[in-house]
């Protein structure tokens, strides 16, 4: 299994900012996803992110308010913009192909004040 | 589309005592089913997973699951719980055709001395 690593893995920020995640994995993976988990609440999926290609983003989330980028095989970033104390979550990315078992990294928790 | 309901938010027992954690899923095509754990302040963790083959799976820390097809169901049990065991479980089921995973709501697992 395919092991996963984030950073920051926590983090206060005002509102109006924007603070970039990281996501790094062992192993080169074709697709790597985002996933959102806001309190109390279970997980959703923002966007899936592609080496060479734009992410695909699930529906009610854009690309203004959470770019990605997928510069390599092991490496993605996710962007919060503009952030309100509504995007305060913990955010997750994961890797996997079809067929395969997702697993997680440990999780970016954002408060924005 | 899929759609899986973890049928309790949150369940106290008693340390040492049985548990079981119910899931129910819809889907028009194959899935893949999987248990998840979130521990206090941590990202999630594979509990186990059906993919195919024998209906009941062992996953780590004592916990089980069995997949009924014809009640949609993949509840997960363990016969006697740990202090350690209090966490958040998330069901989650995936295409056997696609990468998307959906999320349960959650089980808030409570485990008291």
């Known amino acids: 299994s395919a092991v996963i690593s984030q950073k920051p893995s926590r983090d206060i920020c005002q509102r109006g900012t924007s603070l970039t995640i990281q996501c790094q994995v062992d192993?080169?993976?074709?697709?790597m996803f985002w996933y959102r988990q806001q309190p109390g609440q279970s997980l959703t999926l923002i966007a899936t992110a592609n080496q060479g290609s734009e992410a695909t983003y699930e529906s009610g989330f854009v690309i203004d308010k959470f770019p990605i980028s997928r510069p390599n095989l092991t490496f993605s970033t996710l962007t919060v913009s503009n952030m309100s104390p509504e995007d305060s979550s913990i955010y997750l990315c994961?890797?996997?192909?079809?067929?395969?078992?997702?697993?997680f990294g440990p999780g970016t928790r954002l408060l924005v004040l | 589309a899929q759609s899986v309901t973890q049928l309790d938010s949150q369940v106290p027992v008693f340390e040492e005592a049985p548990v079981e954690l119910r899931c129910n899923y819809s889907?028009?095509?194959?899935?893949?089913l999987f248990w998840y754990v979130q521990y206090p302040n941590q990202g999630l963790q594979l509990l186990l997973k059906?993919?195919?083959?024998?209906?009941l799976v062992k996953g780590i820390n004592g916990f089980e699951a069995e997949f009924n097809k014809s009640q949609t169901s993949f509840h997960l049990r363990k016969p006697s719980v740990h202090i350690s065991d209090t966490a958040e479980y998330f069901c989650?089921?995936?295409?056997?055709?696609?990468?998307?995973?959906?999320f349960g709501a959650g089980t808030t697992v409570t485990v008291r001395a």
């Open positions: 989650a089921v995936r295409p056997n055709n696609d990468y998307k995973l959906s």
């Open positions: 889907s028009s095509v194959s899935v893949y």
């Open positions: 192993s080169q993976v074709t697709m």
């Open positions: 059906y993919l195919s083959g024998s209906t």
């Open positions: 994961t890797s996997g192909q079809i067929g395969e078992t997702q697993y």
